[in-house]
């Protein structure tokens, strides 16, 4: 099982990214909440994983902190609810804002996420309540942090990066329709990519 991975950051796709581990290349998948947090190309990251294998595929899922992983290991746990779902869920909300909502029953963001219908919620809300009952004490354990220059300078913006935005949000499980109002919504060619797709999610949710 492979836990933790501490790399330089080669690539960033939304949601995929390269991490180069002592020559090695890892791809992982992530929700947009750690990509939010992940330093520039070039500079080391510290990712918690979870790796799952099927029949067809080996996937490795990387997470800002341990508390995410957490919610993701528990999300996949639910009935109808696989990896890609679980990483949808994670994106469009965080991690403290779904906890939230399971804590006073609250279904109405849930179904505004691709995947997440009325049944889909209500199931998520009944076997998620117990899992998260002592999720306030849980520890915080964030190792992705960025500069000063990180936070306030983004990277230059062009037409590319609302293609992108767009192609994150589906890989996510938005139409595309769904993705291109979205990120035409917001777009502005001061913004990086990760910040369009997260004005994108924080509009629709």
């Known amino acids: 099982m492979i836990g933790r ?3 330089v950051v080669l690539e960033k796709i939304p949601p995929q990214l390269l991490l180069d581990v002592n020559g090695v290349g890892y791809e992982l998948e992530a929700p947009m909440n750690t990509f939010y947090k992940l330093p520039g190309i070039g500079e080391e990251a510290t990712l918690f994983t979870h790796f799952v294998v099927r029949e067809d595929a080996q996937l490795l899922y990387g997470f800002a902190d341990r508390n995410e992983r ?6 996949i746990k639910v009935n109808g609810v696989g990896p890609k779902l679980a990483l949808t869920i994670l994106s469009g ?3 403290s804002q779904f906890v939230r909502c399971v804590h006073d029953g609250d279904t109405n963001a849930l ?3 691709p995947g997440v219908g009325k049944k889909t919620a209500e199931r998520l809300l009944i076997e998620m309540k117990d899992r998260l009952k002592d999720w306030n004490n849980a520890p915080e354990d964030f190792v992705l942090t960025m500069s000063d220059s990180d936070a306030t300078t983004p990277e230059a913006s062009t037409a590319d990066n609302r ?4 192609q994150a949000l589906i890989a996510l499980g938005y139409k595309p329709q769904q993705a291109s109002k979205a990120i035409n919504s917001v777009f502005s060619a001061e ?3 990760e910040e369009l ?7 629709m949710v």
Request: hydrophobic fraction near 55%; charge should be positive.
């Open 5 to 7: 991975l501490r790399g």
């Open 70 to 75: 957490r919610l993701f290991r528990d999300l």
């Open 93 to 95: 909300i965080e991690a």
């Open 111 to 113: 179904v505004k996420l």
């Open 163 to 166: 293609v992108e935005a767009e």
């Open 191 to 193: 913004l990086a990519t």
């Open 197 to 203: 797709i997260r004005l994108a999610l924080k509009g």
